[in-house]
């Protein structure tokens, strides 16, 4: 029994010492403790037990990561032995500290074979000289890659066709064509019908004018169409009064201009007064205007409610009613509550508001809630809210016909007529005086034409000078011509003038 314990003891005790011997080590930490740090150029960890970098930071190399690749080296070299990987432009060799041959653009890293020749020259050593009309050629026969100014072919001493604006460098096919030409040397025409577009290899329209279709746009549309489409022939609208995909078939119904839906036949608007899928049906007379032409349901009239506008307002005080459930959102003037069941509150309310009986509107010359207030001496009209004073009176309506009218208070009727006889009387008394003055006037004249014809005839027999005589005389004309026409005019003035 003892011995199985000591064996116990001792397995623990190894165990516990591997433990600490394989516990990792936070990154960037080795030992058997993971006092130590790792190499400053390892990129990430090293090896718990000896140090040596897992991987280098980039340029760098050995196993503590120490040394710096060579300068030339394009990019990394090797961890183990500091090989480049890949060289820069020009240069070859492990180190890549090897020139390629002149001419050159890059060579084999091992061999330093030439790989590739600078623009304009190919060959083993790159000593020979593309065509001159080739921007660069292939290195082992001299074949041009690429063409300048539209040429092509292996020297570039053919041209591309007229109808291309460039064209391959190997086969001269077009790369593509001017418009209106197709093939691969665009030398084929779009055909006419075309629109001058077409398949850049089959010559197939893109797009037809009016009235045709197919690949060559040979077809014709339906006369009835209004355009039809390119690959099928069938119309993408009609004229109006048909329908149907060659628009074959008559709109039925008594649509609006004659006009149906391309696809059902059924009408897209009705004229007033009419709705249904071919206008069949007569919108309600309650509707206050036309109706919707699928369901019928329209805004109506004042005093009906329903979507149809069928039903008539629940009360017969009510003015105008909600269109969903009938209830009164107006009463007729003078009326008020939620049935307008309740008089205003005021006699001299012309309208009140429908939930509390207040006026709303006041006779001419009055306001206030109840209308009891009169407008201040000489305002004709007053806001209802504050008394103060407006000249421009707005019109009311009338509470049995609805017609406009003025609003007038009967005292102020009053004044009105007072002011209309006053001026009528004024206007008499000027024509009046007008008038008699013209008439003194007449008789003034033809009274002088008088005296001056008996001058002539008796001027030994004058008494008085003439200039007194003529005086005299014209005094006493004027005062009969005044007398004759007051006579005439008015015997009561006579009579006054007499006396």
């Known amino acids: ?60 190399w050995d196993s503590y990561c120490n040394h710096s690749c060579s300068v030339y080296c394009n990019g990394n070299c090797e961890k183990v032995d500091g090989k480049c990987t890949s060289c820069k432009s020009g240069l070859w060799g492990t180190l890549c500290n090897k020139n390629c041959i002149v001419n050159c653009s890059t060579c084999d890293k091992n061999t330093g074979t030439c790989q590739s020749c600078q623009s304009g020259l190919w060959g083993e050593f790159c000593n020979k000289t593309c065509g001159v009309n080739c921007y660069y050629c292939a290195k082992s026969n001299g074949y041009c890659n690429y063409c300048k100014n539209n040429l092509w072919g292996p020297s570039c001493n053919n041209t591309c066709n007229l109808s291309c604006p460039t064209c391959n460098t190997y086969t001269g096919h077009c790369n593509y064509c001017t418009t209106g030409r197709w093939g691969a040397f665009c030398n084929n025409t779009c055909d006419d019908a075309c629109r001058n577009t077409c398949h850049r290899f089959t010559g197939y329209c893109d797009k037809c004018n009016n009235g045709y279709w197919g690949v060559f746009c040979n077809n014709t549309c339906s006369e009835k169409c209004y355009g039809c489409y390119i690959s099928s022939g069938t119309c993408t609208s009609c004229n109006n009064g048909f329908w149907g995909d060659l628009c074959d078939n008559k709109c039925i119904g008594s649509c609006s201009s004659n006009a149906c839906d391309k696809n059902s036949g059924k009408c897209t608007s009705c004229p007033m007064g009419k709705w249904g899928s071919y206008c069949e049906n007569v919108c309600k007379k309650s509707c206050s205007w036309s109706c919707d032409i699928r369901t019928g349901e329209c805004a109506c009239k004042v005093g009906y409610w329903g979507t149809d506008c069928s039903s008539m307002c629940n009360d017969s005080n009510c003015d105008v009613c909600s269109q969903a459930d009938g209830s009164c959102t107006k009463c007729k003037p003078g009326f008020w509550g939620s049935s307008c069941d309740f008089k205003c509150k005021s006699d001299t309310c012309l309208q009140c508001y429908i939930d509390s009986g207040l006026c709303s509107d006041c006779r001419l010359g009055r306001w206030g809630s109840l209308c009891k207030n009169m407008c201040r001496h000489g305002c004709p009209c007053c806001s209802i809210s504050s008394g103060a004073c407006s000249f421009s009176c707005p019109d009311a309506v009338d509470n049995v016909d609805n017609k406009s009218t003025v609003r007038e208070d009967p005292a102020q009727g009053i004044g009105y007529i007072t002011v209309i006889i006053s001026v009528v009387t004024s206007s008499v008394v000027f024509v009046t005086g007008v008038g008699t003055f013209i008439f003194i006037r007449s008789r003034f004249r033809q009274t002088r034409h008088k005296e001056s014809a008996n001058m002539q005839g008796s001027s030994s027999e004058m008494s008085e000078t003439p200039s007194t005589q003529t005086s005299q005389s014209t005094r006493n004309e004027m005062c009969i011509a005044v007398a004759e026409h007051v006579d005439t005019s008015d015997d009561h003035t006579y009579e006054k003038i007499s006396k």
Do not use: P, Q
């Open 1 to 60: 029994m003892k011995t199985n314990v000591h064996y116990i003891i001792l397995f623990l005790v190894i165990l516990l010492r591997c433990n600490c011997a394989v516990r990792a080590c936070e990154t960037g930490s080795w030992g058997d403790n993971c006092e130590k740090k790792c190499a400053a150029n390892c990129e990430g960890s090293c090896d718990k037990l000896n140090g040596v970098c897992t991987r280098c930071l980039t340029r760098f």
